[in-house]
């Protein structure tokens, strides 16, 4: 048996598919996105601003990076705001369990693995690849 090859080069900058997003910002009606796609740190942090109102959150799918970001949306919704999560799906974690799972509104896991769009590792821009995990839509909402 051959096993498929691993890209263990994996990025944190990839895009949510267009189609994906509309479907979400339909029922939401975002005014921020505090981990935009191909957006520089440099010129603001998304983990160091106060985010808006209603805010759409794809964020590095790293281990720490992804876990700072849940962190923050709990802490955002708290303050009465609405936080939209595009997450991996990893229901054994620490994270799912202690922080996603007692503090969200709504979970929701979606049915195929989304297609997200990026550059690979070779350099070209792709709208095809498919996510290592399943997604999960996870809802923080400080407005109810």
Do not use: Q
Request: glycine fraction near 4%.
């Amino acid at each position: 048996m051959i096993m498929k090859k691993r890209n263990l080069d994996n990025k944190d900058d990839w895009k949510t598919p267009s189609y994906f997003y509309d479907e979400l910002n339909k029922k939401y009606n975002f005014d921020f996105d505090p981990c935009p796609y191909k957006h520089n740190v440099n010129d603001w942090d998304g983990l160091k601003v106060e985010w808006r109102n209603r805010n759409f959150v794809n964020p590095p799918y790293s281990k720490k990076l992804k876990g700072y970001f849940v962190i923050k949306a709990i802490e955002e919704s708290k303050k009465g705001k609405l936080c939209v999560l595009l997450l991996p799906v990893s229901t054994s974690t620490r994270l799912f369990h202690d922080y996603i799972l007692p503090n969200s509104k709504e979970i929701v896991f979606v049915k195929r693995r989304i297609k997200f769009e990026g550059v690979n590792t070779k350099g070209e821009y792709v709208t095809n690849k498919n996510g290592m995990h399943d997604s999960m839509v996870v809802v923080f909402d400080g407005r109810i």
